[in-house]
Nanobody, 123 residues
Framework: VQLQASGGGLVQAGGSLRLSCATS????????MGWFRQAPGKEREFVGG????????EYSDSVKGRFAISRDNAKNTVFLQMNSLKPEDTAVYYC?????????????????WGQGTLVTVSS
């Protein structure tokens, strides 16, 4: 499966952005989808994930209540709605896919990755 993330940009603190990750190849609903991010000089971290059918989501504590993940299996796309953005949310955001039925927090469990999209939050 191929993944293409988009929607990043520059936003002021308190603002919102919506990232998209379009996929192609194998049946999209076969995959649990995850979002990860990597800030400059830091390790990649789990942001959140969504189950195959979209009924279950998981989030890191740092984004819980501010970010929301959804998916449209008919359009082969997963979304990351980011609200109340903070400067510490600045990072390159990646979408990832796994054929496992579990929403893993470890990036090692995801076999497929998009190219990343940069989100910059100014103070």
């Amino acid at each position: 499966v191929q993944l293409q993330a988009s929607g990043g940009g520059l936003v002021q603190a308190g603002g919102s952005l919506r990232l998209s990750c379009a996929t192609s190849g194998r049946t999209f609903s076969d995959y649990v989808m995850g979002w990860f991010r990597q800030a400059p000089g830091k390790e990649r971290e789990f942001v959140g994930g969504i189950s195959r059918g979209g009924g279950t989501t998981e989030y890191s504590d740092s984004v819980k209540g501010r970010f929301a993940i959804s998916r449209d299996n008919a359009k082969n796309t997963v979304f990351l709605q980011m609200n109340s953005l903070k400067p510490e949310d600045t990072a390159v955001y990646y979408c990832a896919a796994t054929v496992s039925s579990t929403i893993w927090m470890s990036g090692r469990q995801y076999a497929y990755w998009g190219q990343g999209t940069l989100v910059t939050v100014s103070s």
